[in-house]
C-alpha cells in the first residue's frame, strides 16, 4: 500500500462549481499534513497546512480525520485559476528528523 | 530572501554520461530534501540531509546516484553514468530545523534531466 494516495483525476469542472479532493495515508504516526499546489512545470508550492480541527482560507477547506486516516481540501466557487495539480503531503516523524511524503496528485481543470 | 535554487534548469545528456545538479537551500534551512518526478509519476523521495549528515537515503535509486552537501549548506546530486530512465524533474525542498514537522518545506524550480 502506498503511504499516501489520491486520486489523480482529472477533475473537470465549470467555473463557479465545488469540488473535493480526498487524501489517505497510511501511518497513523503522522501528525503535520499540508496541501501544496502545482502548476504545470513549475514547483510545488504550499497551498495550505491542514490543521487538526480543520481550517479554512477563503474558497478552500482542509479537513482532518484522524480515525480514518484521511484529508481532504475542498474548492468552493471554482476560478479558472485554481486550474493545477493538488498534492496531499505528509509529515512522518522518524527518530530525530521527518521526513515529507508526496501523493501523486490529483489534477483539476476548471473550464468556463 | 532568496528562495530555493537550483542549477541548471534543464541539461540534457546522453546515455552514460555524468551530470551534476545543485541546490541551494535557504540560508539557516538544516533539513534539505531531493525528490524527483519522472514524467506522469508522482513526486518521490530521494533522500534528507540534516546539515551535512544524510538522514534517509532510502529513497535513492541505485548506486548510481550520490548526493553531498559539503558543510552543511548547498548540496549536489550527481548521477553517474546517466540512463535513459532517470529522465525526470528533479525537485530540492528546505524546511528549517528539526522540530519543522509543522513547518512548510521551500521548493525550488526544479531541474529537467533528459537522458538521450
Known amino acids: 500500500r502506498k503511504e499516501v494516495e489520491q486520486d489523480p483525476g482529472p477533475f473537470n469542472v465549470p467555473e463557479g462549481a465545488t469540488v473535493a479532493f480526498n487524501c489517505t495515508y497510511s501511518?497513523?504516526?503522522?501528525?503535520?499534513f499540508f496541501w501544496y499546489r502545482q502548476d504545470c512545470r513549475k514547483e510545488p508550492k504550499l497551498l495550505m497546512s491542514?490543521?487538526?480541527s480543520g481550517n479554512e482560507d477563503g474558497r478552500f477547506t482542509a479537513q482532518l480525520n484522524r480515525a480514518s486516516q484521511y484529508i481532504s481540501l475542498l474548492i468552493r466557487d471554482s476560478k479558472l485559476s485554481d486550474s493545477a495539480t493538488y498534492l496531499c503531503v505528509v509529515n512522518i516523524p522518524m527518530v530525530g528528523y521527518n521526513k515529507l511524503i508526496f501523493g501523486a496528485g490529483t489534477r483539476l481543470a476548471v473550464h468556463p | 530572501e532568496a528562495g530555493v535554487t537550483q542549477f541548471p534548469s534543464h541539461s540534457v545528456i546522453e546515455k552514460g554520461q555524468t551530470v551534476t545538479l545543485r541546490c541551494d537551500p535557504i540560508?539557516?534551512?538544516?533539513?534539505l530534501y531531493w525528490y524527483r518526478r519522472v514524467m506522469g509519476k508522482e513526486i518521490k523521495f530521494l533522500l534528507h540531509?540534516?546539515?551535512?549528515?544524510?538522514?534517509?537515503e532510502s529513497g535513492m535509486p541505485n548506486n548510481r546516484f550520490l548526493a553531498e552537501r559539503t558543510g552543511g549548506t548547498y548540496s549536489t546530486l550527481k548521477v553517474q553514468p546517466a540512463e535513459l530512465e532517470d529522465s525526470g524533474v528533479y525537485f530540492c525542498a528546505s524546511r528549517p530545523n528539526k522540530y519543522s514537522a509543522g513547518t512548510e518545506a521551500f521548493f525550488g524550480q526544479g531541474t529537467r534531466l533528459t537522458v538521450v
Open positions: 501511518n497513523s504516526a503522522s501528525q503535520s
Open positions: 540531509f540534516v546539515k551535512e549528515s544524510k538522514q534517509d
Open positions: 491542514v490543521y487538526s
Open positions: 540560508s539557516g534551512h538544516d533539513n
